[in-house]
């Protein structure tokens, strides 16, 4: 009987101490830039520069190969890419709104209004969650191709962070009517 009290005991007080833990308040984000913020400030520079990096430009002054050749360029390459892989962390922080409000959009009918892709992301924000998710695994290669000073490696990687960018951009910022048509004509997605 003594021994049945102490194993409850021990229960009551590891199921007690679980809930205790459960209950702890996870860590407070306090959530200032809006998404349109860290795109403008984080996530198109960073791309544009991995983008620009490497590159073959053919003029009528002949062939310009742009590759990072010295440590100094790598390395700030490498800048570009963390800021853009982890900024993909930052646009899934719950609370973080599109736009500042009564902010318009840019380019009315090309893009459409922040406040109406801020309601497409509320009501589907796993789809945007898995979006953002493939930013990141889009961008990972290009952080190893730059550790490993691997300009193919970059290049190609380039690729797949335009495609992960495009998909995004079809989903919540081009107009449903423009969605339809790439989608219908198997086309390229409008350009931002």
Request: hydrophobic share 40%; glycine share 6%.
């Given at each position: 009987?003594r021994r049945s009290v102490w194993v409850l005991g021990?229960?009551?007080?590891?199921?007690?101490?679980?809930?205790?833990?459960?209950?702890?308040?996870?860590?407070?984000?306090?959530?200032?830039?809006?998404?349109?913020?860290?795109?403008?400030?984080?996530?198109?520079?960073?791309?544009?520069?991995?983008?620009?990096?490497?590159?073959?430009?053919?003029?009528?002054?002949?062939?310009?190969?742009?590759?990072?050749?010295?440590?100094?360029?790598?390395?700030?390459?490498?800048?570009?890419?963390?800021?853009?892989?982890?900024?993909?962390?930052?646009?899934?922080?719950?609370?973080?709104?599109?736009?500042?409000?009564?902010?318009?959009?840019?380019?009315?009918?090309?893009?459409?209004?922040?406040?109406?892709?801020?309601?497409?992301?509320?009501?589907?924000?796993?789809?945007?969650?898995?979006?953002?998710?493939?930013?990141?695994?889009?961008?990972?290669?290009?952080?190893?191709?730059?550790?490993?000073?691997?300009?193919?490696?970059?290049?190609?990687a380039g690729e797949a962070i335009d495609v992960a960018?495009?998909?995004?951009?079809?989903?919540?910022?081009?107009?449903?009517?423009?969605?339809a048509e790439a989608r219908k004509s198997g086309a390229?997605?409008?350009?931002?």
């Amino acid at each position: 009987m003594r021994r049945s009290v102490w194993v409850l005991g021990i229960a009551i007080s590891l199921f007690l101490a679980g809930a205790c833990k459960a209950q702890q308040p996870g860590p407070e984000y306090r959530t200032t830039a809006t998404i349109k913020d860290i795109m403008d400030s984080m996530v198109d520079p960073s791309a544009d520069a991995l983008w620009e990096s490497v590159a073959t430009i053919v003029s009528a002054a002949g062939t310009d190969e742009r590759r990072p050749k010295t440590d100094e360029d790598w390395k700030n390459v490498r800048r570009h890419a963390v800021i853009l892989v982890e900024a993909t962390n930052l646009l899934k922080m719950e609370g973080r709104h599109i736009a500042k409000p009564g902010e318009k959009s840019e380019n009315p009918g090309i893009e459409l209004e922040p406040e109406q892709m801020e309601k497409m992301m509320a009501e589907d924000r796993q789809s945007f969650i898995k979006l953002a998710n493939a930013l990141h695994d889009a961008a990972l290669p290009a952080l190893k191709a730059i550790d490993a000073k691997n300009a193919e490696g970059l290049l190609d990687a380039g690729e797949a962070i335009d495609v992960a960018c495009e998909n995004c951009h079809l989903k919540y910022w081009y107009p449903l009517s423009l969605q339809a048509e790439a989608r219908k004509s198997g086309a390229a997605s409008p350009k931002k």
